[in-house]
């Protein structure tokens, strides 16, 4: 399959920028003999003629993608192979065009940053984001509304870990959007729009929980907004 190079957005990027997307094309293309990782070609050494043997993007803060540092992996071609081959990836995956794909994961991923958040906000106790109020009584939850309360905590703990996920993906994909040549103000308004999508289904849940709603019916709400959310997003 060949490189498509036609597309308007691709042809205003720069020249490493468009040499990357080509390269990078090529590569995802013929994975089955190159495979994504550094496909530097060894001129002396132990393995002279033969494929770089560095696992991709080895050395560099796009580990996992593209050349290692050793062959330009730190470099500003090399970034924006690297950030190619991944939007080839999300492409492939959401059966959209690479520019599309990177946007659209920047998107979705905001949004799940920002639904963790509002997860996370419901904590009422410290314990519940490491887990330990889930196997004990919070005790008394001293200066406030809920002075003198005793509390059974949750565990949040999956939460916290997701939003820990979520944010270096999101910190990534959005450093390799940059890197690829995808506009700034472009990647700021995907970052807006999952938080703001995100936002607005909080808030409807927050004003059923303060109408009195059943913890069935909430928990019911949830479910389809979390599902609404993604397709939402993926749109």
């Given at each position: 399959?060949?490189?498509?190079?036609?597309?308007?957005?691709?042809?205003?990027?720069?020249?490493?920028?468009?040499?990357?997307?080509?390269?990078?094309?090529?590569?995802?293309?013929?994975?089955?003999?190159?495979?994504?990782?550094?496909?530097?070609?060894?001129?002396?050494?132990?393995?002279?003629?033969?494929?770089?043997?560095?696992?991709?993007?080895?050395?560099?803060?796009?580990?996992?993608?593209?050349?290692?540092?050793?062959?330009?992996?730190?470099?500003?071609?090399?970034?924006?192979?690297?950030?190619?081959?991944?939007?080839?990836?999300?492409?492939?995956?959401?059966?959209?065009?690479?520019?599309?794909?990177?946007?659209?994961?920047?998107?979705?991923?905001?949004?799940?940053?920002?639904?963790?958040?509002?997860?996370?906000?419901?904590?009422?106790?410290?314990?519940?984001?490491?887990?330990?109020?889930?196997?004990?009584?919070?005790?008394?939850?001293?200066?406030?509304?809920?002075?003198?309360?005793?509390?059974?905590?949750?565990?949040?703990?999956?939460?916290?870990?997701?939003?820990?996920?979520?944010?270096?993906?999101?910190?990534?994909?959005?450093?390799?959007?940059?890197?690829a040549g995808v506009a700034q103000l472009l990647i700021e308004k995907e970052?807006?729009?999952?938080?703001?999508?995100?936002?607005?289904?909080?808030?409807?849940?927050?004003?059923?929980?303060?109408?009195?709603?059943?913890?069935?019916?909430?928990?019911?709400?949830?479910?389809?907004?979390?599902?609404?959310?993604?397709?939402?997003?993926?749109?």
């Amino acid at each position: 399959m060949t490189v498509d190079l036609s597309d308007s957005r691709v042809t205003k990027l720069n020249r490493w920028q468009q040499e990357a997307y080509a390269k990078a094309g090529e590569q995802w293309f013929g994975r089955d003999v190159l495979g994504i990782g550094c496909t530097a070609i060894y001129k002396k050494g132990r393995h002279p003629g033969k494929q770089c043997l560095s696992p991709p993007g080895k050395g560099t803060d796009h580990v996992g993608w593209g050349p290692c540092v050793a062959h330009g992996g730190a470099k500003k071609e090399g970034r924006a192979w690297a950030g190619w081959l991944m939007a080839h990836s999300f492409a492939a995956e959401l059966d959209v065009s690479p520019w599309e794909a990177l946007l659209m994961v920047i998107r979705i991923t905001a949004g799940r940053v920002r639904y963790c958040e509002a997860v996370l906000a419901t904590a009422v106790d410290d314990r519940e984001l490491t887990g330990a109020a889930a196997t004990e009584q919070v005790g008394e939850v001293m200066g406030g509304p809920l002075d003198g309360a005793i509390l059974t905590g949750r565990n949040l703990s999956w939460w916290v870990d997701t939003s820990e996920r979520e944010r270096d993906r999101l910190a990534r994909v959005s450093k390799a959007a940059i890197d690829a040549g995808v506009a700034q103000l472009l990647i700021e308004k995907e970052l807006r729009a999952g938080e703001e999508l995100a936002g607005t289904f909080v808030k409807v849940l927050a004003a059923m929980e303060a109408a009195g709603m059943t913890d069935d019916a909430l928990t019911l709400a949830r479910t389809v907004m979390r599902k609404e959310l993604q397709l939402a997003l993926e749109s």
